[in-house]
């Protein structure tokens, strides 16, 4: 299906230009060559004209319980159709779903399925889902295709769930988040070098699209991975503790455990250290989950109030 690719346009002289088209979609800004891709691998210049050719690509689709996004408090105990795309603005080296977000690949070997919106949206209303969710790899590196499916949920009054790793500009931000119900966004760090050097994004970015998202009236909800030699000392989790609650108090944090993945080796997070984190935690926010660990007693694994 061929769709005009949004916040893509040719790149001005000073950048480079002639034939060359600039994306501003997200930080990283991408002046992509005749014949490449930006950074995300998703989004193309054909001879001097932006393309989007994934556009309805789907890598991955399930019905889940809305608790897996992870969202605790939307639509509780309901279940969401989900889809995954391939693809992603961000290289994170620790990424649990690598291999669909770092093997734009998978788009030609056949391991997925081209659907039109009309046909997610019929597929929902077939399986009586309430939600859709946009997730598993990066949603918003395909905008135009997650814009035009959300438009036509709203049509049905099917709610709209951004599952996102928040890291697009807030032109683009503030446009999807006009379509969105609820979000789950990854703060997955709170150093600036980090986020660039090791997994390619830009923290002020997606600071920025936490608080719009809390702005405009979509429920929120924030996921950390704790990835150990990555963003586990203290310091650093009650630094996106204390961002969350300057916010709101009310807004829940995911902290979730990690396993072994992709290029990082480092063991899994300790789950005494996780719960450990998310005590000291629900002293600064009323709604503190640990997730992918086992169930414990002094559990954060539900979603209890503590006041
Ligand atoms: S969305 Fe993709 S092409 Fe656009 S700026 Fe980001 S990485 Fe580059
Ligand atoms: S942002 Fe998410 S999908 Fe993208 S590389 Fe990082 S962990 Fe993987």
Redesign the pocket.
Known sequence: MIRAPL??APSSAAEGGSDKIR????????D?KSGG????G??GNKSGVGIIPFYGFISALAMDPIEKKPLYHFKPGSKILSLGFAGC?LHCPFCQNWHISQNIDICEQGRGKWMKPEEIISLALKENSPSIAYTYSEP??HTEYVLDCMALAREHEIANVLVTNGC?KPKAASVILELTDAANVDLKCYDHDTYKKSLGGDLETVKEFIKLCYKMGVHLEVTTLVVPDLNDSKEELHAIADFIASISKDIPWHLTAYHPDYRWNAPPTDPDFLRSMAKEADKKLKYVHTGNIQFHKNSFSNTRERA
Do not use: K, Q, T
């Open positions: 916040f893509m994306c501003e979609l997200c930080p990283n800004n991408c992509i891709f930006g950074a995300c998703v989004r603005n918003l590196a697009v």
